[in-house]
């Protein structure tokens, strides 16, 4: 799987390339078939933004953004953003459709 690190008015240390790529890669073994994912790093004053963009197969599109004062927080809520998706998307329609029908989603 490809990894692709953008970072926009910050510097991004290795550490924090290397922590988010093991996320991603934690991530993206749950899905099947990822093919590519898209990690970026944001500066805009105190706030730190983080936003994964995770390819699967069949053009499905995961995306989850974190915010906070630091690139590790940010980190940790986007990629808490994409397990909760990545969640959703392993259940059976059937299950989530029941799920919806109960009033649970």
Known sequence: ??????????????????RA???VEKVARRLT?????????????R???VEI?????HNRR????????????????AVARVEAQTNHAK???KERARRAARGKA
């Open 91 to 93: 259940r059976p329609a």
């Open 62 to 77: 995961l995306v989850a953004n974190g915010t906070g004062r630091f690139f590790g927080t940010a980190l940790a809520a």
């Open 47 to 49: 706030e730190r933004r």
């Open 53 to 57: 963009v995770l390819h699967a197969a």
């Open 33 to 45: 078939r990822a093919v590519s994912a898209v990690v970026r790093f944001e500066a805009d004053g």
């Open 1 to 18: 799987m490809e990894i692709v690190f953008r970072s926009h008015h910050t510097q991004v240390s290795d550490h924090m390339r290397r």
């Open 21 to 23: 790529e093991r996320a």
